[in-house]
């Protein structure tokens, strides 16, 4: 067992993987992914998470993922380091708690998940940036619910090993023009302010959509304006939206969870819909009203940045170090973008024809 040692640990227990380890090619967006287990019943739930991205017609990096699964956590290869500093400790929505960590330089980040069971066993993901790799072990493999290791365990030790390649997630939902991939908007809220209400209705109009909850931003190279990245092909859909939307009565058998919501692909909200990515132009801030129409309000720039800035401060599932960086993605959105405050009306469907009629105006 390796405990205590330098950073190129990870590196080390990777390179004695047994040759028993199955190999598979994934991609995100245009990074490759090499990923490897050797418990071949976790491939069906990367397939459903990373099989939607197509490869891309230019590679621009390359990660490597492990997922090692053993009967007891005293077997992880890769331990949690005596010399360690704890940065956060979080609640997960299933109650899971998650302490994170880096090692002595700072050089290796660690993610522990404390066993919670019917939901999940003991877990320990280890990232190493600089040599963009991840590591995710796992006890008892059968005994977590699938989706747990598909939102938590595995998207969150992706989603940390992205930063290399300058991703940030954002609890957010986003959209693109019905005519025009090149116009997105970004949907920022808490949960329960209508996100996925506008979402979902912007996408039964005509718009593309990239996500209802969670996203990626980007900043580009060329020319510094930051996009939206798709980073998942699901969405989850309360009571109340399919009230609005007759077309989405199929969702009605499929079972909700216990925050009202039901599951299922973008795709079959409509097809075609789904969407890679868009450069935001607008930025949208909906609130449930009890009004009995929809209304929008412009923001100016600082108004804008203060709403950020509420956003960034909510974010109750993440670190601070983590809120750091997404303000820092915000506050140049807030130059970028224009931003509104939509008033969304409980019971109506108007909200997602008020923003096309802003990305009209943002057009002309």
């Known amino acids: 067992m390796l405990k205590d040692t330098p950073s190129d640990t990870l590196s080390a227990a990777i390179h004695h993987l047994p040759e028993s380890c199955i190999h598979k090619v994934y991609y995100f967006h245009d990074i490759r992914i090499i990923f490897q287990t050797n418990y071949p019943a976790l ?20 990660a490597t993922y492990v997922v090692l699964c053993y009967e007891n956590a005293a077997q992880f290869p890769v331990q949690l380091p005596r010399r360690r500093v704890r940065t956060e400790t979080v609640r997960l929505l299933t109650n899971t708690k998650l302490k994170y960590y880096r ?37 008892m493999p059968e005994r977590y619910q699938s989706t747990f290791l598909r939102r938590y365990a595995f998207l969150l030790a992706l989603g940390q090993l992205m930063h290399k390649f300058g991703f940030e997630p954002c609890h957010g939902g986003a959209i693109s023009a019905p005519w025009d991939a090149q116009q997105g908007a970004l949907i ?7 996100k996925t209400t506008l ?17 990626m931003l980007r900043e580009q190279t060329a020319d510094g304006t930051i996009e939206a990245h798709a980073i998942s092909h699901e969405v989850s859909i309360r009571s109340g939206s399919l009230d609005l939307w007759p077309a989405l009565s199929f969702l009605r058998d499929v079972p909700a969870d ?3 919501k039901r599951y299922t692909t973008i795709e079959r909200v409509r097809s075609g819909v ?61 130059e970028q973008a224009a931003g509104y405050r939509i008033a969304i009306a409980r019971g109506s469907n108007d909200g997602p024809q008020i923003v096309r009629s802003l990305f009209v105006g943002n057009a002309l």
Do not use: W
Request: proline share 7%; net charge negative; charged share 15%.
């Open 103 to 139: 090692d002595g330089n700072g050089s290796t980040l660690y993610q522990s998940y404390v066993a919670l069971p019917p939901i999940n066993e003991a877990a320990v993901s280890v990232i190493d940036l600089a040599h963009a790799t991840a590591l995710t072990q796992l006890e």
């Open 199 to 215: 979402s979902i209705g912007c996408a039964m109009i005509g718009c593309g959509l990239l996500g209802d909850d969670l996203v």
């Open 258 to 260: 216990k925050r009202d």
């Open 43 to 62: 491939l069906p739930i990367l397939d459903k998470m990373l099989g939607v991205f197509p490869e891309p017609p230019k590679v621009q990096g390359e």
């Open 188 to 194: 920022l809220g808490a949960s329960g302010s209508g």
């Open 274 to 334: 789904a969407c890679s990515k868009a450069p935001i132009r607008l930025l949208l801030f909906p609130t449930l009203t009890t009004d009995a129409r929809s209304s929008v309000t412009p923001l100016n720039k600082a108004s804008t940045l203060q709403k950020l800035v509420d956003e960034c401060l909510g974010q109750k599932y993440t670190t601070p170090q983590a809120q750091e960086r997404l303000f820092l993605f915000l506050s140049t959105l807030a």
